[in-house]
């Protein structure tokens, strides 16, 4: 799918405000999390510390894989409302928060903006897009800010590992910064599974909500749980997603902002066919082989991000520190 530009969404504000749903939907669903966390671990190089890569590990991050979306209870309503928009981006609206960048490179939307790295960055780019387009929704909540919690928990693993290195060079104890490596691999993982489900990326998150619908896709709010937790869990198991995985080689990524960007900005342009998917039934029972076929590749992306993102913690923990000039 095609982002919308500035001028497109001007022109549906109005009507498109009015069709979103209520709250985002969680992602994937127990098993999706649980499958893409399990895959990524086991397909890990070789160099990465045993730690990360055994039986242990594997049952650890797996477990995690939802664990985020337990946070969105309303039974934690503070917890909820703070973290809730961590799990998606609104990437047809983010763009008015961006800069001006060549298209096609890294980072780089298909309308040629580049969102800032840093989280409060971008939320003082909303809130001046906010004041030049009233009628939008623009505020962080309403937008999502998914890439920074992923670039912020991937920051957080790879110092973590840092640490690592530091304590194994000295012969320390290692089974306390185990313990939060392998809590920040699974959280991190949550994030970047969310990042792989087109409808986390979009404003048509859980029925098509934008004015102009000539193809008919569905715009009742049942899309998202019936793509991505009822499909999943009756068709797709492991076994069927883990060849995916291990034919794709890992990768050691040198600049996570702009490369995750592109991952999301590929997820985004996934969501119309999500949406044909649906109308054709491919996600109602057994559903189609084409549902099938385009559920796995999703499915093996988030665990290929996952195990690349991991691997490249791991290799840029080595990194030289800057010099830390203390802090206000």
């Given amino acids: 799918m095609r982002s919308l530009r500035p001028v497109t969404r001007l022109a549906l504000a109005s009507s498109l405000i009015a069709l979103l749903p209520s709250a985002p939907a969680h992602a994937w669903g127990r098993d999706g999390h649980r499958m893409i966390n399990r895959l990524a671990v086991e397909n890990l190089p070789q160099d ?77 780019a909303l809130q001046a897009a906010q004041a030049k387009h009233p009628e939008l929704p623009l505020s962080p909540d309403k937008v999502g800010l998914q890439p920074w919690q992923v670039e912020e928990v991937w920051e957080r693993l790879k110092s973590d ?106 997820s985004n342009t996934l969501v119309e066919r999500t949406y044909q998917i649906e109308k054709a039934g491919g996600f109602t029972d057994t559903g189609t082989p084409e549902a099938k076929a385009f559920t796995e590749e999703r499915l093996a992306a988030g665990a290929i991000e996952l195990r690349d993102l991991i691997y490249s913690a791991w290799v840029h923990s080595a990194d030289p520190v800057p010099e830390f000039h203390g802090a206000q």
């Fill in 48 to 124: 990465v510390p045993a730690f990360l890569r055994n039986g242990n590990a594997v049952d650890i991050i797996e477990y995690e894989g939802p664990e985020p979306d337990q946070w969105r209870s309303k039974a934690e309503d503070e917890l909820s409302n703070t973290q809730a928009a961590d799990h998606f981006m609104d990437l047809e609206w983010a763009d008015l928060a961006g800069t001006p960048c060549a298209a096609g490179s890294p980072g780089c939307s298909p309308d040629g903006m580049m969102l800032p790295k840093r989280r409060f960055d971008f939320i003082k």
């Fill in 161 to 266: 590992l840092r640490d690592y290195r530091k304590l194994s060079a000295a012969n320390q104890d290692l089974s306390g910064i185990e313990t939060v490596i392998l809590f920040e691999a699974g959280w991190l993982g949550h994030y970047v599974a969310d990042g792989s489900q087109p409808l986390h990326i979009s404003i048509n998150y859980n029925g098509w909500a934008e004015k102009t619908n000539p193809h008919g896709y569905t715009t009742e709010h049942h899309i998202h749980s019936q793509f991505e937790s009822v499909y999943v869990t009756a068709n797709i198991k492991p076994v069927d997603v883990a060849p995916l995985v291990a034919a794709s080689q890992p990768r050691q990524i040198d600049n996570e902002w702009t490369q995750y960007l592109d991952y999301i900005h590929h």
